[in-house]
T-cell receptor, first 110, second 116 residues
Protein backbone atom coordinates (compact mmCIF):
# COMPACT_ATOMS: atom_id res chain seq x y z
CA UNK A 1 0.00 0.00 0.00
CA UNK A 2 1.11 3.57 -0.55
CA UNK A 3 1.56 5.88 2.38
CA UNK A 4 1.33 9.20 0.61
CA UNK A 5 -0.57 10.79 -2.20
CA UNK A 6 0.78 13.60 -4.30
CA UNK A 7 -1.19 16.08 -6.29
CA UNK A 8 -1.38 17.11 -8.96
CA UNK A 9 -0.50 13.93 -10.83
CA UNK A 10 0.97 16.04 -13.61
CA UNK A 11 2.03 19.65 -13.83
CA UNK A 12 3.23 21.60 -16.88
CA UNK A 13 4.70 25.08 -16.54
CA UNK A 14 6.94 27.52 -18.39
CA UNK A 15 10.56 28.04 -17.45
CA UNK A 16 10.88 30.71 -14.79
CA UNK A 17 7.52 29.94 -13.17
CA UNK A 18 7.15 28.38 -9.76
CA UNK A 19 5.96 24.78 -9.34
CA UNK A 20 4.04 23.61 -6.29
CA UNK A 21 3.38 19.98 -5.50
CA UNK A 22 1.43 18.65 -2.55
CA UNK A 23 1.62 15.46 -0.55
CA UNK A 24 -0.80 13.98 1.96
CA UNK A 25 0.02 11.09 4.25
CA UNK A 26 -1.85 8.85 6.63
CA UNK A 27 0.08 8.02 9.78
CA UNK A 28 2.17 9.94 12.30
CA UNK A 29 5.70 10.63 11.12
CA UNK A 30 9.12 11.59 12.43
CA UNK A 31 10.09 13.12 9.12
CA UNK A 32 8.88 13.49 5.54
CA UNK A 33 11.17 13.31 2.56
CA UNK A 34 10.96 14.48 -1.03
CA UNK A 35 12.67 12.70 -3.89
CA UNK A 36 13.16 13.38 -7.57
CA UNK A 37 13.29 10.84 -10.38
CA UNK A 38 14.57 11.56 -13.85
CA UNK A 39 13.26 9.31 -16.58
CA UNK A 40 14.87 5.88 -16.54
CA UNK A 41 16.80 6.50 -13.34
CA UNK A 42 16.53 5.80 -9.65
CA UNK A 43 15.22 8.30 -7.16
CA UNK A 44 17.42 10.99 -5.66
CA UNK A 45 16.80 12.48 -2.24
CA UNK A 46 16.09 16.22 -2.33
CA UNK A 47 15.13 17.38 1.13
CA UNK A 48 13.99 16.09 4.51
CA UNK A 49 11.72 17.95 6.91
CA UNK A 50 11.34 16.80 10.49
CA UNK A 51 7.99 16.55 12.20
CA UNK A 52 8.80 19.48 14.49
CA UNK A 53 9.68 21.75 11.56
CA UNK A 54 7.14 23.75 9.60
CA UNK A 55 9.27 25.02 6.75
CA UNK A 56 12.64 24.26 5.25
CA UNK A 57 14.63 25.73 2.39
CA UNK A 58 17.35 24.31 0.17
CA UNK A 59 18.42 26.42 -2.78
CA UNK A 60 15.35 26.88 -4.99
CA UNK A 61 13.39 24.31 -2.97
CA UNK A 62 10.98 25.20 -0.21
CA UNK A 63 9.17 22.51 1.75
CA UNK A 64 6.36 23.05 4.23
CA UNK A 65 4.85 20.57 6.63
CA UNK A 66 1.49 20.70 8.39
CA UNK A 67 1.26 17.74 10.75
CA UNK A 68 -2.27 18.66 11.83
CA UNK A 69 -3.43 18.22 8.26
CA UNK A 70 -0.95 15.45 7.49
CA UNK A 71 0.22 17.30 4.43
CA UNK A 72 3.37 18.75 2.90
CA UNK A 73 4.14 20.89 -0.10
CA UNK A 74 7.22 21.23 -2.28
CA UNK A 75 7.78 24.52 -4.04
CA UNK A 76 10.38 24.88 -6.78
CA UNK A 77 11.03 28.53 -7.55
CA UNK A 78 12.25 29.94 -10.86
CA UNK A 79 11.92 26.55 -12.54
CA UNK A 80 14.28 25.39 -15.27
CA UNK A 81 13.86 22.87 -18.05
CA UNK A 82 16.28 20.64 -16.14
CA UNK A 83 13.74 20.43 -13.29
CA UNK A 84 11.58 18.24 -15.53
CA UNK A 85 11.18 15.01 -13.58
CA UNK A 86 8.81 13.11 -11.30
CA UNK A 87 8.69 14.16 -7.66
CA UNK A 88 7.72 11.85 -4.80
CA UNK A 89 7.13 12.28 -1.11
CA UNK A 90 7.97 9.48 1.31
CA UNK A 91 7.31 8.71 4.94
CA UNK A 92 8.04 5.89 7.35
CA UNK A 93 5.34 3.23 7.53
CA UNK A 94 4.71 1.13 10.64
CA UNK A 95 8.05 2.35 12.01
CA UNK A 96 9.71 -0.02 9.59
CA UNK A 97 9.88 0.85 5.97
CA UNK A 98 9.66 3.84 3.67
CA UNK A 99 6.57 4.20 1.52
CA UNK A 100 6.17 6.52 -1.43
CA UNK A 101 3.29 8.31 -3.04
CA UNK A 102 2.34 8.02 -6.70
CA UNK A 103 4.33 11.12 -7.62
CA UNK A 104 3.86 14.33 -9.56
CA UNK A 105 5.21 14.47 -13.12
CA UNK A 106 6.57 17.95 -13.66
CA UNK A 107 7.28 19.28 -17.15
CA UNK A 108 9.07 22.61 -17.46
CA UNK A 109 8.89 24.01 -20.97
CA UNK A 110 11.83 26.11 -22.18
CA UNK B 1 31.33 1.24 -4.21
CA UNK B 2 30.16 4.78 -4.51
CA UNK B 3 26.48 3.99 -4.75
CA UNK B 4 23.84 1.31 -4.90
CA UNK B 5 24.48 -1.05 -7.77
CA UNK B 6 21.85 -3.20 -9.43
CA UNK B 7 22.31 -5.92 -12.00
CA UNK B 8 21.38 -6.64 -14.63
CA UNK B 9 20.23 -3.21 -15.80
CA UNK B 10 17.92 -4.86 -18.31
CA UNK B 11 16.48 -8.34 -18.42
CA UNK B 12 14.22 -9.86 -21.03
CA UNK B 13 12.81 -13.26 -20.20
CA UNK B 14 10.17 -15.62 -21.46
CA UNK B 15 6.98 -16.16 -19.55
CA UNK B 16 7.36 -19.01 -17.11
CA UNK B 17 11.11 -18.63 -16.59
CA UNK B 18 12.70 -17.70 -13.26
CA UNK B 19 14.73 -14.52 -12.88
CA UNK B 20 17.12 -13.28 -10.23
CA UNK B 21 17.80 -9.61 -9.65
CA UNK B 22 20.76 -8.43 -7.64
CA UNK B 23 21.36 -5.40 -5.46
CA UNK B 24 24.67 -4.28 -3.96
CA UNK B 25 23.92 -1.64 -1.34
CA UNK B 26 26.26 1.05 -0.11
CA UNK B 27 28.79 -0.49 2.25
CA UNK B 28 27.67 -0.30 5.86
CA UNK B 29 24.02 0.41 5.11
CA UNK B 30 21.92 -1.85 7.29
CA UNK B 31 18.56 -1.18 5.69
CA UNK B 32 17.75 -2.39 2.18
CA UNK B 33 14.52 -1.95 0.25
CA UNK B 34 13.02 -3.39 -2.92
CA UNK B 35 10.37 -1.50 -4.85
CA UNK B 36 8.59 -2.14 -8.12
CA UNK B 37 7.66 0.63 -10.54
CA UNK B 38 5.41 0.11 -13.52
CA UNK B 39 5.67 2.53 -16.43
CA UNK B 40 4.68 6.04 -15.38
CA UNK B 41 3.54 4.87 -11.96
CA UNK B 42 4.66 5.31 -8.38
CA UNK B 43 6.76 2.98 -6.29
CA UNK B 44 5.17 -0.20 -5.01
CA UNK B 45 6.84 -1.45 -1.82
CA UNK B 46 7.93 -5.08 -2.02
CA UNK B 47 10.17 -5.91 0.92
CA UNK B 48 12.49 -4.36 3.48
CA UNK B 49 15.57 -5.82 5.17
CA UNK B 50 17.12 -4.72 8.41
CA UNK B 51 20.45 -6.52 8.33
CA UNK B 52 19.67 -10.00 7.05
CA UNK B 53 16.15 -10.19 8.39
CA UNK B 54 12.99 -9.00 6.70
CA UNK B 55 10.54 -7.60 9.27
CA UNK B 56 8.01 -6.75 6.58
CA UNK B 57 7.30 -9.09 3.66
CA UNK B 58 3.76 -7.88 3.18
CA UNK B 59 4.50 -6.16 -0.10
CA UNK B 60 5.53 -9.25 -2.03
CA UNK B 61 2.76 -9.66 -4.65
CA UNK B 62 2.62 -13.45 -4.59
CA UNK B 63 4.48 -16.54 -3.45
CA UNK B 64 6.36 -16.46 -6.76
CA UNK B 65 8.37 -13.58 -5.31
CA UNK B 66 11.09 -14.10 -2.73
CA UNK B 67 14.10 -12.16 -1.52
CA UNK B 68 17.09 -12.80 0.60
CA UNK B 69 20.01 -10.90 1.94
CA UNK B 70 23.26 -12.45 3.10
CA UNK B 71 26.05 -11.04 5.22
CA UNK B 72 24.07 -7.86 5.70
CA UNK B 73 25.10 -6.81 2.22
CA UNK B 74 24.04 -8.15 -1.18
CA UNK B 75 20.38 -8.91 -1.76
CA UNK B 76 18.70 -10.95 -4.47
CA UNK B 77 15.07 -10.73 -5.54
CA UNK B 78 13.85 -13.89 -7.23
CA UNK B 79 10.74 -14.14 -9.34
CA UNK B 80 9.68 -17.67 -10.23
CA UNK B 81 7.51 -18.60 -13.20
CA UNK B 82 7.46 -15.03 -14.46
CA UNK B 83 4.25 -13.58 -15.84
CA UNK B 84 3.78 -10.66 -18.20
CA UNK B 85 2.36 -8.53 -15.39
CA UNK B 86 5.74 -8.83 -13.65
CA UNK B 87 7.21 -6.53 -16.31
CA UNK B 88 8.37 -3.39 -14.52
CA UNK B 89 11.43 -1.62 -13.19
CA UNK B 90 12.65 -3.12 -9.93
CA UNK B 91 14.40 -0.55 -7.74
CA UNK B 92 16.67 -1.21 -4.79
CA UNK B 93 17.57 1.32 -2.13
CA UNK B 94 19.68 1.30 1.01
CA UNK B 95 20.12 3.48 4.05
CA UNK B 96 21.97 3.49 7.38
CA UNK B 97 18.64 3.05 9.16
CA UNK B 98 18.60 3.30 12.88
CA UNK B 99 15.58 2.34 14.92
CA UNK B 100 12.94 5.02 15.12
CA UNK B 101 14.66 7.30 12.61
CA UNK B 102 14.57 7.04 8.84
CA UNK B 103 17.47 8.72 7.04
CA UNK B 104 17.28 9.31 3.29
CA UNK B 105 17.39 6.36 0.93
CA UNK B 106 20.03 5.88 -1.74
CA UNK B 107 18.64 4.28 -4.88
CA UNK B 108 20.15 2.20 -7.61
CA UNK B 109 19.14 2.80 -11.23
CA UNK B 110 16.96 -0.28 -11.26
CA UNK B 111 16.55 -3.43 -13.31
CA UNK B 112 14.10 -3.15 -16.18
CA UNK B 113 12.38 -6.53 -16.47
CA UNK B 114 10.45 -7.44 -19.59
CA UNK B 115 8.52 -10.69 -19.69
CA UNK B 116 7.57 -11.76 -23.20
Amino acid sequence: SQQGEEDPQALSIQEGENATMNCSYKTSINNLQWYRQNSGRGLVHLILIRSNEREKHSGRLRVTLDTSKKSSSLLITASRAADTASYFCATLYNNNDMRFGAGTRLTVKP
Amino acid sequence: GAGVSQSPSNKVTEKGKDVELRCDPISGHTALYWYRQSLGQGLEFLIYFQGNSAPDKSGLPSDRFSAERTGGSVSTLTIQRTQQEDSAVYLCASSPLSQGWNPPLHFGNGTRLTVT
